[in-house]
């Protein structure tokens, strides 16, 4: 996606040799005609999956899935990363190693929003050692529904997660994937259809 790698390029901003950050578009201030974009990509390229529901978590998740959920006509869920007062029973619960935070968090979801049968898209910001887009799968397979698909915005191919997760079977579709972050300098994945 020309758009994104443009915006990558001009304003991501290296720390270290394994984490960008995006926080001008998408992690902070979030730039809406980009996430419309983004969500018009994913919604083309899952149209025909019989998708039901999308499926995100807290926060920086939730803006790629609602417009993804906006464009396919359906819900869409986050999980969210803290436990809520109003939400105490009847929830779906797995744990997760957060790549940023550097620590584990209870990921939750109510029972109420997932339903056996349910054909998930589960959609994220990033995709680095694949523990978020797991715990997500698992929590749709508690509830009986089948994942269609994982949707990333960015995907650091260089980490394991995007391999670990096809070698599990599910279908990875990242907008842009990045090679490495060597050097301070963002290297792109060559993409064969020139996306
Ligand atoms: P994973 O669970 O695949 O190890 O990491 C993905 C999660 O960690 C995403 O939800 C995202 O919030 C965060 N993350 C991973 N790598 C990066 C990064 O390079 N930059 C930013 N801003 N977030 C990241």
Redesign the pocket.
Known sequence: MKLLRDKVMTEGIV?GD??????SF??HQMDPLLMKEIGREFARRFQDEGITRILT?ES??IAPAIMTAMELGVPMIFARKHKSLTLKDNIYVEK?????KRESNEITVSKKFLQEGDRILII????????????LARIAEQAGASVAGIGIV?E?SF?P?AGLLQEAGYRVDSLVRIAS?ENGTVSFVEEVHGQ
Request: charge should be negative.
């Open positions: 720390l394994q984490v960008l950050k995006v926080d998408l992690n978590i920086s998740g997760v190693y957060s790549f940023t994220d910001d990033f995709l680095a050692n694949g523990e978020a887009a797991f715990g960015i650091k980490q997660g972050l």
